[in-house]
Nanobody
């Protein structure tokens, strides 16, 4: 079992920055992947960014490439999402998720943290 807790959301003006944190606990193995997803009101949840737990390889949705950076701190078993510059369309609830390999589903989810970007 893996437990995930997000933090760091808030209200920010367009062009500003936020860093989201995902604290992971439980059995996290080297082949696990941690991802960030988001869901805006009235829209489906979408993938934002992912990272391989051991090697640190990263991948991003085209909509955030060049603006968002995912990173990990293995010592603290945390994953971060640095977001800058933010746009109003980035407004959503952001979720941290984990999967057991690059081909598995994301089966473990956090409760989400709200990000609101004003224009």
């Amino acid at each position: 079992q893996v437990q995930l807790v997000e933090s760091g959301g808030g209200l920010v003006q367009a062009g500003g920055s936020l860093r989201l944190s995902c604290a992971a606990s439980g059995r996290i193995y080297s082949n696990y992947h941690i991802g960030w997803f988001r869901q805006a009101p009235g829209k489906e949840r979408e993938f934002v960014a992912g990272i391989n737990w051991s090697g640190g390889s990263t991948y991003y949705a085209d909509s955030v490439k060049g603006r968002f950076t995912i990173s990990r701190d293995n010592a603290k078993t945390s994953v971060y999402l640095q977001m800058s510059p933010l746009k109003p369309e980035d407004t959503a609830v952001y979720y941290c998720a984990a999967r057991e390999s690059s081909r598995a589903r994301f089966d473990y989810w956090g409760q989400g943290t709200q990000v609101a970007v004003s224009s």
